[in-house]
């Protein structure tokens, strides 16, 4: 049973195939901060030296996201909702501890098990940079704890005088909200239910960064897909393009936060400009062309008769693929 009326079935595969067989889809996101999350290694915000356009060649810091930290909470999600409409238990498959190698998080998104087996990704994400620079689009806050009485002062408890200020106090870096980062989720050889589940994936996760603390939370506007038999553009030249035409259209302004729909104007004209240049063969549904398929996607993933058909076929193509190839794979392995 065919999900979508707006796109053809030409796009999709009809089961996941074990070679790769040269079908791309490549969402277009732009994932939008909406409180102070933390990209963040070793304590420190993540960031890179780069280009700040194409044109212009001046060169800055731009903030990143590195791929698990936009691919992971995107797949636990999806768990999420296997486990939610019983298509998955927590203890049959334990995210990196014990995958059941069998759902499609196993077999859509990969996993490596030692010597048990391992499932090369269809789901290709790489590093996102802010379109603005590292100055603009971070703060630095003082944070300490405060005490039952609502003071920041010790009660004199460890040696410490009454009311003495206490010396729980940390520095840290957050993004700012309204900071924007281009992110390109490419799936290779989808079919319909896993185009969707990734799809659904996406438009459903809200928080990503350091998963310890209470903020963390993002928005994820898509403003199109690209069907095609290759890869696209990257995420950094996507970004530096958005950046050049923003400072054609006098839009950047570096003491205030950039105006959204400025933001996702610049980004269809870059990605159009962009795809000018491949030279490969591809189908773009970007801005009204996309709105369609995005409005039945919505409407499909927003009622459970349509979120729970989805996931079936998807766990059915899973489990068809994991018979027919991983249990192979695992037989091969004890037979060596």
Known sequence: MAFLKTVGSKFFHNEIPYKPMGKYVHFLTIRITES???????????????????????????????????????????????????????????????????????????????????????????????????????????????????????KGENGSKPGEVTSRINQQDHIRPQVFFPSIVTLKDPTEASFLYVFNNILRTRHYGAQTTRTGRVRNELIGVIFADGEITSNLRWAQVIYDVMKDNQTLKSSEPLDEDDVITAAKIAIESLMSDEFIVHTDLIGDAFTPLLSEVKALTGSETGIKAILQKANAEAKDYANKHITKKKTAAKAG
Do not use: W
């Open 36 to 154: 102070y999350p933390l990209f963040q290694t070793d304590g420190e915000l993540n960031k890179a030296r780069v280009k700040a356009g194409v044109k212009d060649k001046i060169t800055i810091s731009r903030l990143s996201m590195f791929k698990r930290k936009q691919s992971t909470p995107e797949r636990l999600v999806g768990r999420e909702l296997l486990r939610n409409y019983g298509l998955m238990t927590a203890e049959e498959c334990e995210y990196n501890v014990n995958f059941a190698m069998d759902n499609p998080d196993c077999i859509i998104y990969g996993f490596a098990i030692g010597d048990s087996g391992s499932e090369k990704s269809k789901v290709v994400v790489d590093t996102a940079f802010s379109i603005t620079a590292f100055d603009e689009s971070h703060e630095t806050f003082t944070l300490n704890a405060p005490y039952e009485n609502g003071t920041m002062a010790s």
